[in-house]
């Protein structure tokens, strides 16, 4: 006998609640071994040059990448205007990110990522092509923190990028740009 349900025609003394957990996506990915996060390398601007990172989809990926977390840090003594682009062609002088782990360290082995990330520092070169979606000011000595719970999507060969700016003139300045995301296979619309 189920000692969770009472027997044939005896009242039960406290009605039967099945367990339910109601969790975010993203610790659902994260459970999965979908949900990945890291930063780059810490970056210098300023005096003309610009810095930048993105979390870059291959083209020959299989997987669409969902923006859950982007966090800015500026270690300056000025503010910094972040740009946000959508699937902005590829800046030159680009290196890829070592700092990038699985959320989930109980799996083994760990989960490997397709989208990875990428930064560059000290560039004249602005983002062409693609979108400037929004901006974003991040204050002096402080993290600007940005949710975003996967509402971004970006398909094989896209990528979101945080374009970093300082005011004109200003000393060399250094930032750091940190991500958090998930990977899943595209779904089809019913």
Known sequence: ??????????????????????????????MQGKYFLGQTELLTLGQGTYAWGELCNPLSGTNNLYVSFVGISNFSDVPLIA?????????????????????????FPPPKNQVRIRSGQFGCETPTGGI???????????TLSMDKDGRFIFGPGGNYLVFLKAPCCSKLVEARISF???????????
């Open 83 to 107: 740009e946000i682009w959508f699937n902005a062609n590829p800046l030159d002088m680009g290196a890829f990110s070592s700092r990038v782990t699985s959320a989930n360290t109980a799996l």
């Open 132 to 142: 400037n979606a929004y901006d974003r000011i991040v204050p002096p000595h402080s």
């Open 180 to 190: 958090g995301w998930w990977e899943d296979k595209p779904k089809r619309p019913c």
């Open 1 to 30: 006998m189920n000692s969770e349900y009472p027997a044939k025609g005896c009242p039960s003394p406290v009605p039967f609640i099945p367990e339910q957990a109601s969790i975010p996506y993203s610790t659902y990915a994260a």
